[in-house]
């Protein structure tokens, strides 16, 4: 059963139309790349999923129930977690603070409630822990690597039951021992029975990590196949127009 | 042995003792206590119970808004309006007792114009998009205009039925012969260090300041929250409002005129970035306190008082120095 169903969603900003009747379905423990040209709408269409901005037209369902997303607080009480394309961190918090951002764990009765600190960094590097990564959570995001930032990034989507992790290009900007780490993480959250919608401009991780890819060009959907039947240089032609629609 | 993952996670990077001598703050307190014992030795007049009694009390009023201002710069924003919103609280609460009401109502009529205060300029800026800048700028001058306004311009020095009250709590010492208003500075400084410290709230602050893209991305409620920093800065004016209107016994329009920047200097010299994320309670007191200290030292080694705005100026120079000579260490 799919967990997340878009239908005919479509998204114009004033005369813009930036996704244009775009249906599709994700299935649990599946990795789906989502890939296209800038400008081809995957933010948009990933940011309307994040419930930063509200479809113009279509509807959303979750396993089986329709979603209507006012703010991202609600996306990510429904199951659904983002990794941001600019990783959306604080660099003047610690990796813990960042991890915990805007779900903070606190201590005490009622309203008389102060931040948990001790419990924030003990659970944020048994997640760091669990993602090989030399994190330490009390460190500033200011003084870490890419891969460091990517990894705290990450984690914020293992706080939770999530049930699908959106990523917007997590491997856009960092080394390429870190690339194989990010796909491994991947792997890992596929195997827990998380749908991972992976966004990227990088072919060969798509086609290493994805089971199924999907092209958008100019807002429209123009492709949805799994990756065994499907080639790099086909989904090339689509991202560029070369072929039309498969 | 071999360092394992675990333990690289759990290590700390900065000791307590490295993180202090990393503070501008810490800096700024050592400046503070050798000018005091320099002037302790230099002068006379210095050490002496009254001069001391001066210099607290008249830190407080600088230190009470700076406080509150702290909140705004660190999330990125500035309130240029506290001097006039100080202005009119005090003239409102003056007003108000004067004409015969009690000095809960004249609080309470001052707090709640603070208040709303507070609330235009955080909801034009946050949800209407209005530069901090430009919107504080002109509440300057609609608050000190309001003040005029309510007092026709006019001294007002006779505060009603509860007259003495008022003078009591600005200007008596009802614990151990400690000032009121350094009383009710080292309450609201703690209050405020423990809200930026230990509530969600205060780190939300923070993480505004950082990035405030992010914080929207991951669900903080930044409108809300930036409204009630502006809010909170007004409420700081209005309550050194009240209390500086006890101690001086009478309200002229003239009020804070020109206050905004000394707290700005206060709480930019006591580490606070202007940039927004970074700021502390403790800085802003010792950051108001430093400020003090150069302009009392002055008059008492006999110094023209026209130098004062040289030396405040360069305490600013200088504290913001130490912070950039660590920052070009850290780039190298």
């Known amino acids: ?246 | 042995m071999a360092v394992t993952l675990d333990q690289t996670i759990a290590q700390k990077q900065h000791t307590l003792l490295t993180r202090v001598f990393a503070s501008q703050t810490f800096w700024v307190v050592i400046a503070v206590i050798l000018a005091c014992l320099f002037l302790s030795v230099a002068t006379d007049s210095f050490a002496t119970t009254k001069n001391l009694y001066n210099i607290t009390r008249n830190i407080t009023f600088v230190a009470i808004v700076a406080l509150g201002m702290t909140f705004v710069i660190i999330t990125g924003g500035i309130d240029l309006s506290v001097g006039s919103v100080l202005c009119l609280c005090s003239m409102v609460l003056a007003v108000t007792m004067h004409a015969g009401y009690g000095i809960e109502i004249g609080i309470a009529a001052a707090i709640a114009t603070a208040l709303i205060i507070g609330a235009f300029n955080g909801i034009l800026i946050a949800y209407l998009g209005f530069p901090p800048f430009v919107v504080t700028l002109g509440m300057l001058s609609i608050a000190r205009s309001l003040a005029m306004v309510a007092s026709n311009n006019t001294v007002v020095f006779q505060f009603g039925p509860d007259h003495d009250k008022l003078l009591a709590l600005g200007g008596g010492a009802f614990v151990f012969g400690i000032a009121n208003p350094v009383l009710y500075m080292i309450v609201l400084a703690l209050i405020t260090g423990f809200v930026l410290r230990w509530t969600k709230f205060g780190r939300h602050i923070f993480a505004i300041g950082g990035n405030e893209h992010a914080a929207t991305l991951t669900g903080v409620p930044v409108r809300q929250i930036k409204v009630a920093v502006y809010m909170i800065s007004a409420l700081a004016a209005g309550l050194a409002g009240i209390v500086q209107t006890g101690w001086l016994g009478a309200v002229t329009t003239n009020l804070g005129n020109g206050m905004e920047l000394q707290v700005i200097a206060a709480t930019v010299i006591g580490g606070a970035n202007l940039a927004g994320g970074m700021g502390t309670a403790f800085g802003a007191v010792v950051g108001a306190a430093l400020i003090e200290v150069i302009r009392n030292s002055l008059g008492l080694l006999g110094i023209n008082a026209f130098w004062q705005g040289v030396f405040i100026g360069g305490a600013i120079l200088m504290a913001v120095l130490f912070d950039r000579l660590r920052n070009f260490r850290r780039n190298e």
Not at chain 1, 100 to 128: C, H, N, S, T, W
Not at chain 1, 131 to 148: A, I, W
Not at chain 1, 161 to 187: F, G, H, W
């Open chain 1, 1 to 246: 059963m799919s967990v997340l169903e878009l239908a005919n969603i479509s998204k114009h900003f004033g005369a813009i139309q930036a996704v244009n009747d775009v249906s599709l379905s994700i299935e649990a423990g599946q990795v789906v790349g989502l890939m296209g040209d800038n400008g081809a709408g995957k933010s948009t269409l990933v940011k309307m999923i994040a419930g930063n901005f509200r479809p113009s037209h279509g509807t959303m369902q979750m396993d089986g129930k329709e979603l209507i997303l006012h703010k991202p607080v609600e996306a990510r009480q429904h199951g659904i977690e983002i990794v941001h394309q600019d990783l959306a961190l604080c660099n003047n918090l610690t990796a813990a603070a960042n991890v915990y951002l805007g779900r903070e764990l606190r201590r005490g009765v009622g309203p008389f409630r102060i931040l948990d600190y001790a419990a924030m960094y003990k659970r944020a590097g048994q997640i760091f822990a669990v993602l090989k990564s030399e994190t330490r959570p009390r460190d500033l995001v200011k003084q870490m690597s890419g891969g460091q930032r990517q990894a705290v990034a990450i984690a914020r989507t293992m706080l939770s039951q999530a049930k699908i992790v959106l990523m917007d290009e997590p491997t856009a900007a960092i080394s390429v021992r870190q690339v194989a780490e990010v796909l491994n993480l991947i792997r890992h959250l596929r195997d827990q029975g998380i749908a991972v919608v992976l966004i990227s401009h990088r072919m060969p991780d798509v086609f290493d990590v994805a089971d199924r890819v999907i092209v958008m060009r100019r807002g429209r959907k123009v492709a949805d196949k799994t990756i065994a039947s499907s080639s790099p240089e086909e989904v090339t032609g689509l991202i560029t127009g070369a072929i039309e629609q498969v």
